[in-house]
């Protein structure tokens, strides 16, 4: 157990609908990373927050949009919801928010099914 | 902007062969890090490179920064079939602060 928890686990929704997942960083832990998992495919850096603040900025569509509350947890939205936006959405956290950064622990992810 | 390729993309291996994995960067990296992402798990850190030319072993895995801080690999001594999964790099360009993930190495072990 990582100690980052991701609801919910799967979500099964059709196109053009909205969602949003949910992500709880280990306890202490300031930085919250959102990935992309597309089936077989590698992990898409979606964006970090920093104790609330946004930190850095991937590919992430404008149909996106995440936050980072005062008590650390995190939520990702997804809007007009596509086929192609079907994957693993995974949620890391890590301690600090610098540099030379230490490890990132990841939770579980959240399979998102559009139909 | 900055990408992370790995090569091979596959590898399958008779269990006992040793197995590496390359990761190479189109920007100098100011650090590096490997996770390992089991079938239908989350990824797992494994190791932080730092240093130009760093070596790093943690049992049959041995982990190399390139001396230009550009490239790294991977290589596993003796492969058991618990190292199967898929392995990937995750590199941080100087003054940003996202890991871009490369493009992973699944590796197969056959009994």
């Known amino acids: 157990d990582s100690g980052v928890t991701q609801t919910p686990k799967h979500l099964i929704t059709a196109t053009g609908q909205r969602v949003t997942l949910r992500c709880s960083p280990r306890?202490?832990?300031?930085?919250v990373y959102w990935y992309q998992q597309s089936l077989d495919q590698g992990l898409q850096f979606l964006i970090q927050?920093?104790?609330?603040?946004?930190?850095a900025k991937g590919n992430i569509l404008e149909r996106f949009s995440a936050q980072q509350f005062p008590d650390l947890h995190s939520e990702l939205n997804l809007s007009s919801l596509e086929l192609g936006d079907s994957a693993l959405y995974f949620c890391a956290s890590s301690a600090t928010g610098n540099l030379l950064d230490t490890e990132a622990f990841f939770g579980q992810g959240t399979r998102l099914t559009v139909v | 902007g900055q990408q992370v390729m790995q090569i091979p993309q596959y590898q399958h291996v008779q269990e006992g062969e040793d197995f590496t994995t390359y990761c190479n960067s189109s920007?100098?990296?100011?650090?590096i890090q490997w996770y390992k992402q089991r079938p239908g798990g989350h990824p797992v850190f494994l190791i932080q490179?730092?240093?130009?030319?760093e070596v790093k072993k943690q049992k049959r895995l041995t982990f190399q920064f390139g001396e230009a801080k550009k490239n790294s690999s991977l290589h596993i001594t003796a492969t058991q079939t618990t190292d199967v999964g898929t392995y990937f790099c995750?590199?941080?360009?100087?003054?940003?602060?996202?890991?871009?993930f490369g493009t992973g190495t699944r590796l197969k072990v056959l009994a």
């Open positions: 920007t100098t990296l100011s650090n």
């Open positions: 995750a590199g941080r360009t100087s003054g940003t602060y996202k890991y871009i």
């Open positions: 306890s202490g832990d300031l930085s």
């Open positions: 927050y920093y104790n609330g603040e946004e930190r």
């Open positions: 490179l730092v240093k130009s030319g």
